[in-house]
């Protein structure tokens, strides 16, 4: 766009410098989609969105759509160069940097997204019904290539979600997201990400906190819609990428974890809609979130909990714990380094730690003998699993534990959690009651599932003596 005309090149480095990995240009007209291919080409770090903007609607023919395609396609077309940029979004004009003159081959190697489409029902620079056939059109292309979709929408909740719906494509964002929390569930059911822009910082905007706080690491994005939405400290001036780093950090306090934890989570999302760049070809035997360091001994497990995350993804907070072997003790120790460093060091993952209770113990002890805090997270079988009263042997290595209760009866515990053994409900039961004869600090907890009795749940941590820790479903780590 041309608010980056006189010093594009400078606002590249800043966001490599911010710790920017990649950024997508979205072309909103013919020519700033030829504008954005072009400098995907020019610069590593930037990748293109090519669409027509509901704004642009009014102007949209069949030839543009078709030279859309052949972009989306991979295909390479000899263009002149565009005499003179067109207006852009009906808010600036889209600005292209070292065209150059005469043909030129415009590769579309780099294209990874369909968009920016969708509706506009506030400013109306374009009828609705023509807003409402473009739309369809670019979500038709999207299924055809199977680029994602960046979707526009303001105030136009009801068409977009029936318009996405009706196209049955799965993949896509909806970006600078400015609906409400309904609207957001909706879109994630079909697999669509919602992704936060700079009006997050701004201390007013109550209901997109609350949004930003609530949407499931899976699904959540984050933007700059730069040059426009600039974030506070900067509000009121020219937006640019790097100052994506202010809503990330804006976000991570939302939400209760670090700004690194964000940007790991959020790095990941983008990379999997987007395919951009590597994702993480191995499990993580020890991984950071907030202050704590989790180690990732086992993926097996004794209970097939229908709402456990290892059913339908390797990811926790960004890190890939699908493991392809369990590590050793020694590998544990150099993964862990200085355990003092780190407010506890938790055997957790996506496997049950008291499978492997000759290794917690001895990793457990050096962890003691090096001023580390030890926190186990287990489903309270540890006893069952290795036939006897391992509680004793935990004593003096182990700070806390963290069991999983789950259910306020045997039979609801039997449905959702699905444990091979018998009697499972007692033996973890019975399992608290003996921890706090061991161990410092006892807590149960329990998810907010469909069919779960919360306040039986209280009740029962009530009558063991230990406290309760109630889990929102699909918040983890």
Sequence with gaps: MDEFNPDRENVIERAK????????????DLESCRSAIELSEKYDIIYAAIGIHPHDAKDFTEEIFNQIKEWARGQNIEHSPPTQPSPSRGEGKGG??????????????????????????????????IQREVFRKHLVLARETGLPAVIHNREAKKDTLEIIRESGINKGVLHCFSGDMDMAERAMAMGFYIS???PVTFKNVRRLREIARAIPDDYLLIETDAPYLTPEP???????????????????ELRGITA????????????RLFRIGQLPETGEIAYKIRGNLYLNI???????CSFCVRFHTDYVKGHNLRLSYEPAEEELKDAVGNPSQYREVVFCGYGEPLLRLDLVKGVARWIKQNNGKVRINTNGHGNLINGRNILPELKGIVDSISISLDAHDEETYNRICRPIFKNAFREVLSFTKE???????????VVTLKGVDIEKCKKIAEDLGVKIRVRELDVVG
């Design 17 to 28: 410098d911010a710790g920017i990995e990649a950024i997508i240009t979205i072309g909103s």
């Design 96 to 129: 292209g940097e070292g065209l150059g003159s005469g043909p030129w081959a415009l590769s579309s190697k780099r294209v990874v997204a369909i968009g920016e489409t969708g509706l506009d029902y506030h400013y109306e620079n374009s009828p609705r019904d």
């Design 196 to 198: 936060i822009a700079g």
């Design 234 to 252: 900067f509000r009121g001036k020219r937006n640019e990428p790097s100052y994506l780093v202010h809503i990330a950090r804006t976000i991570a």
């Design 260 to 271: 690194e934890d964000l940007a790991r989570i959020t790095t990941l999302n983008a990379k």
């Design 298 to 304: 086992t993926n097996r497990c004794t209970n097939r």
């Design 435 to 445: 921890a706090k004869k061991f161990i410092p600090e006892v807590q149960v907890t």
